[in-house]
């Protein structure tokens, strides 16, 4: 039996899910760093904020390092976070497409699908028991007609 290597033609193959993964997922580091621009702010006002110092200067721009820092590194980690979230997500989605059209196909009689998964995908297990039960299925009721 020859096998076929797929390559992808598009990552976004379930909206809904894939953007949805991804919203969450850069909702998570917009906490993270929101979490650690305060707390850098909270450290740089005990330690450098004393009313009536001559040395203000000094902990208004060490607290506009930070921000702007931290905002940096958010610009930064936007489209790096849409390409992972994407990407991961498309590695299990995909396969679990293919499976739906193949159980589909198996219960229009037709016993000849077989999954076959790219590099890299997820659920190869899965693919695996699912081609091993259409070859018994092919092999039972024989080819469709």
Not at 21 to 39: M, N, P
Not at 109 to 123: A, H, M
């Amino acid at each position: 039996m020859e096998t076929q290597t797929f390559k992808r033609r598009q990552f976004i193959v379930d909206p809904a899910f894939q953007l949805q993964f991804t919203t969450w997922l850069f909702g998570a580091v917009l906490a993270v760093a929101i979490t650690s621009s305060l707390i850098a702010t909270g450290i740089l006002w005990s330690n450098l904020y004393q009313p009536g110092a001559p040395h203000q200067a000094t902990f208004t721009a060490a607290a506009i390092a930070v921000s702007t820092t931290l905002l940096i590194e958010l610009l930064l980690a936007i489209p790096i976070i849409f390409y992972v979230g994407i990407r991961q997500t498309h590695r299990i989605v995909g396969p679990i497409n293919r499976m739906k059209r193949m159980i589909d196909g198996i219960g229009s009689g037709d016993f000849s699908q077989r999954i076959t998964l790219r590099e890299g995908d997820v659920l190869t297990d899965l693919a695996g028991a699912l081609n091993q039960m259409a070859q018994h299925l092919q092999e039972r009721f024989g080819k469709p007609s």
